[in-house]
């Protein structure tokens, strides 16, 4: 199954989490906090979104930060995760 965002949408999957801190204090699973950073799966083809013409700025493969409370997780088969949000929930690419 393939994901194909419409409009500015995002599909993104999020990069794992620490297991340790910086310090070496191991965390158990629920206490991980997931991380705000993943990768670019899928992006849409922009263009008039709510009346305005949206270019998207970001492409498959680039690593960005994006909003913590923003997007919708879905699950396919073989428990892949999954965030779909829109361009301007994207904080910044990582270089």
């Known amino acids: 199954?393939?994901?194909v965002p419409l409009g500015?949408?995002?599909?993104l999957k999020q990069l794992e989490a620490e297991e340790t801190t910086k310090s070496g204090?191991?965390?158990?699973?629920?206490?991980?906090?997931?991380?705000q950073q993943a990768e670019v799966i899928a992006v849409g083809p922009g263009g008039m979104v709510d009346g305005k013409e949206v270019k998207m700025e970001v492409s498959v493969g680039d690593k960005v930060i994006y909003s913590k409370y923003s997007g919708t997780e879905v699950k396919l088969d073989e428990n892949e995760e999954y965030i779909i949000v829109r361009q301007n929930d994207i904080l910044a690419v990582i270089k």
């Open 1 to 3: 199954m393939k994901l």
């Open 8 to 11: 500015d949408r995002v599909v």
């Open 25 to 35: 204090i191991v965390l158990p699973g629920q206490n991980k906090e997931k991380p």
